[in-house]
């Protein structure tokens, strides 16, 4: 059984587009066990989108990995993958082609789905361009997953159908392991929180063996690389990947691994965020109140299976000032008997105990993230 909580791991697309090759992924491979994210449950590496030929086999039907890219063949990969002790992740698509204009899966689901098998592959995301108008959205997810299921591996199928047709209302029936909510994701500020902000309604589908997945991060890609786009700073990336973490998405790195700053690898392997983010109940995060002034001032808690809770406090607006976290919008009273301890998550110093209200100073895009707890008084 597979995705019991978020899946993690890297996928190529943000960095690295269609410049994809057997050498960086090896290269890749290597460098997710020396930052120790291997060790911090980021387990996946997925080759995106641009992998193949233009054109399948014409006699075999069979889809071919690119002759220049991948001159080994793609279980030549995949073993490299495996010895490392990752899985190993491809991409394909429900439509005539994908989204970069290569061979889609369309009418060659269980052909593909064995050749993913005879890979060697542990997870296929799945998108959703070149769909003929004909074609019903969620049947072909269905056939796909039909076809993973028949294939004789175990697949994590990944889903990206950008929330088309009322996705999370039927996804998990069609046998996926996390789903795409949302567009693509660019390497700025407005891109993340209004994928972010878009969440409000969806949540609640989120759940174990079966994910709400924002997108690939772009934490510690500065502007660089495929959606590099204007680029985000360090609060930014603190705040991206504190959201990724109390909405429970999966947690799938888009910077390149191999030159990854200190402050991205500390971020990313922050054992509290984890925490929050793995935690084996997947309880959706909720908005526990939002500055009357502002949009963007925001609360979110989201309950632990420990007896504990996150609180996420966040500053999406454009100017610096108080987040107010009243605690009777996470249910406690004034004169119940109980105060809040307040860990902070990106330190794991201990901030303090509050009664009623904690109303902390935080910068425009930066947030504050606590694993808490009710104290008698
Ligand atoms: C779509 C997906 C992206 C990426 C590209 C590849 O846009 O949403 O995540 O896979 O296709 O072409």
Redesign the pocket.
């Known amino acids: 059984m597979i995705a019991k909580t978020p899946p993690m791991g890297f996928n190529t697309?943000n960095t690295f587009g269609k410049d994809i090759n057997e050498q960086m992924i090896k290269e890749s491979a290597d460098a997710i066990v020396a930052n120790k994210l291997l060790e911090a449950g980021y387990e996946y590496l997925v080759i995106?989108?641009c992998w193949s030929e233009k054109e399948r086999d014409p006699v075999t039907k069979k889809i071919i990995p690119d002759r220049t890219k991948f001159p080994n063949g793609m279980k030549a990969v995949s073993d490299y993958v495996h010895s490392k002790g990752l899985k190993f992740g491809m991409?394909s698509c429900a439509g005539l082609r994908?989204?970069?204009d290569y061979p889609g899966s369309f009418d060659h689901e269980y052909l593909d789905a064995e050749t993913f098998a005879e890979y060697g592959c542990d997870f296929l995301?799945y998108?959703f361009?070149f769909k003929p108008e004909s074609a019903n959205g969620p049947h072909l997810y269905r056939r796909m997953g039909m076809a993973l299921r028949a294939c004789g591996r175990e697949i994590l199928f990944s889903a990206?159908n950008?929330g088309c047709d009322n996705v999370p209302e039927w996804i998990r029936s069609a046998g996926a392991h996390m789903w795409?909510s949302t567009g693509?994701i660019f390497d700025n500020f407005e891109s993340f929180k209004n994928i972010a902000l878009s969440q409000a309604g969806k949540l609640g589908y989120s759940a174990p063996y079966c994910f709400n997945d924002m997108?690939m991060l772009t934490v510690g890609m500065y502007g660089n690389g495929n959606v590099g786009s204007a680029g985000c700073n360090d609060a930014e990336y603190r705040t991206q990947f504190a959201l990724w973490c109390l909405f429970g998405s999966p947690l799938m790195l888009g910077c390149d691994v191999r030159n990854m700053n200190d402050v991205t690898k500390k971020l990313v392997t922050n054992k509290r965020l984890l925490k929050i983010n793995q935690d084996p109940e997947a309880r959706p995060a909720f908005l526990a109140g939002k500055h009357p002034w502002y949009d963007g001032r925001n609360v979110y808690m989201k309950l632990l299976s420990t007896g504990e809770f996150a609180l996420g406090v966040f500053n999406l607006t454009e100017t610096n000032g108080i987040v107010p976290m009243m605690f009777h919008e996470i249910g406690l009273p004034s004169d119940a008997g109980y105060s809040v301890e307040l860990i902070d998550a990106f330190s794991g110093e201990t901030v303090g105990i509050f009664r009623d209200y904690h109303n902390p100073e935080i910068e425009k895009h930066d947030c504050a993230v606590y694993i808490a707890k009710l104290v008698k008084d």
């Open positions: 697309w995106d989108d991409y994908t989204c970069a995301k998108d361009c990206c950008w795409r693509d997108d």
